[in-house]
Nanobody
């Protein structure tokens, strides 16, 4: 599976952005897909995941209520709608597929088998 992320940019605090991730290769609907992010000087962290058919979603506590993950398997694309952005959301955002996570609601360690290139999101205060 090859993944191509897009949609990052510079936005003021309180603003919105929509990230997209286009997949090619094996049947995308077979995979959990979602997003991670990495801020400068910090480790990569889980943001959101959606099951292959969209039956469940999990979010990091830091983005719950502000970010929404969705997918369109007909287009082999997963999206991340980000609202009410904060400066602490500034990071490189990576889309991923075949995500495995642990803990209740993916609160534990999460990883993925397939990664896209990152897209920079910068939120100014």
């Amino acid at each position: 599976v090859q993944l191509q992320a897009s949609g990052g940019g510079l936005v003021q605090a309180g603003g919105s952005l929509r990230l997209s991730c286009a997949a090619s290769g094996r049947a995308f609907s077979n995979y959990r897909a979602g997003w991670f992010r990495q801020a400068p000087g910090k480790e990569r962290e889980f943001v959101a995941v959606m099951s292959g058919r969209g039956g469940f979603t999990y979010y990091a506590d830091s983005v719950k209520g502000r970010f929404t993950i969705s997918r369109d398997n007909a287009k082999n694309t997963v999206y991340l709608q980000m609202n009410s952005l904060k400066p602490e959301d500034t990071a490189v955002y990576y889309c991923a597929a075949s995500i495995s996570c642990s803990g209740t609601g993916c609160s534990g360690l999460s990883t993925a088998d397939y990664w896209g290139q990152g897209t920079q999101v910068t939120v100014s205060s």
